[in-house]
């Protein structure tokens, strides 16, 4: 990475996007960064910086929060919408459904703060999508 997470998280705060889209960002004290974007404050996103990238993870919901027997209709419309959801994809860890993107650490400043508020947006509209299966 050309910047720390320190750095990172140190010019995400002062950075506003063309589309007026803010940043809220600190460093946790598990070496992870929690990052607000303006465009989606209930939803925070996680930064995590190997040895080979910068990973930005966002919690979704857990498994308990799916309607009883939709967790099959659930999967697949998850799939379905995978194409549909830019710089984005779909993972679980543990009982937790997250959307997830992975940037080189060489990755320009001005494309992680796009892929940011990139997803920021796919977390709202993939939970609009899936919300009649959600209790």
């Known amino acids: 990475m050309t910047i ?3 750095e990172l998280v140190y010019r995400l705060n002062d950075q506003v996007t063309e589309e007026g889209t803010s ?3 600190v460093v946790l004290e598990n070496g992870v960064a929690e990052v607000i974007c303006s465009n ?3 939803f925070p996103i996680r930064l995590a910086v190997t040895e080979t990238q910068l990973l930005a ?3 979704l919901f857990d498994t308990s929060e799916v309607l009883a027997n939709e967790m099959e209709n659930l999967n697949k419309m998850l799939l379905q919408l995978a ?5 984005s994809a779909f993972g679980l860890q543990g009982d937790t459904y997250i959307l997830f993107g ?3 650490l060489g990755t320009r400043f001005e494309n992680i703060v796009h892929e ?6 796919n977390t709202i509209d993939v939970l609009e999508a899936i919300e009649p299966l959600l209790a």
């Open 102 to 104: 992975a940037m080189a």
């Open 23 to 25: 940043f809220d960002a």
């Open 40 to 42: 989606n404050e209930e």
């Open 116 to 121: 940011l508020e990139v997803q920021a947006e």
């Open 83 to 87: 194409p549909a959801v830019p710089l």
């Open 57 to 59: 993870v966002t919690s």
């Open 4 to 6: 720390t997470l320190e």
